[in-house]
């Protein structure tokens, strides 16, 4: 029979085994470019998205679009995906383009999304103030026996 061999902690030049403990990265985790959302979208996001809004355009926005949740949320994503893909100056901005940027916005801007209601000068409340989530029914029984 033989004997497990863990792959992962064998120096590969020697054969032999390695210390049990992973390696530790001594590298800090480099400094935000931007403090918050807010911030990058004022400084990057915004400015890269000159578009025609609202009025008959193909695209809607919401001037106050931070007061969106499902805005807030996707857009602190793609913050935070910027912020890290920045740093690789080979395919970041590639990646973050493709990956991040575009499907998010295009999301927040079809005329049914989040800003459906909203005009180019601000924000107009939902008529239905008390919807706060897609509609729900809790199941009649426990679909995981654990929670």
Not at 22 to 48: I, K, M, N, Q, W
Not at 85 to 98: E, Q, T, V, Y
Request: proline fraction near 10%; include cysteine.
């Amino acid at each position: 029979m033989s004997e497990f061999v863990d792959v992962f902690n064998v120096d590969h030049d020697t054969g032999e085994m390695g210390d049990a403990e992973p390696a530790v990265d001594d590298a800090a985790e480099p400094d935000l470019f931007y403090p918050d959302p807010l911030a990058f979208f004022r400084g990057t996001l915004g400015p890269s998205y000159v578009r025609e809004v609202n009025g008959g355009s193909e695209f809607v926005w919401c001037p106050q679009w931070y007061k969106h949740p499902e805005a807030l949320a996707r857009i602190e994503a793609v913050w935070r995906a910027w912020e890290h893909l920045r740093m690789d100056g080979a395919l970041g901005s590639s990646i973050w383009w493709i990956n991040h940027a575009d499907p998010h916005m295009s999301v927040l801007m079809t005329p049914n999304g989040p800003f459906k209601k909203c005009i180019y000068e601000g924000h107009i409340e939902r008529a239905k103030p008390e919807q706060v989530s897609l509609p729900h029914i809790e199941p009649e029984e426990s679909i995981y026996p654990d929670s």
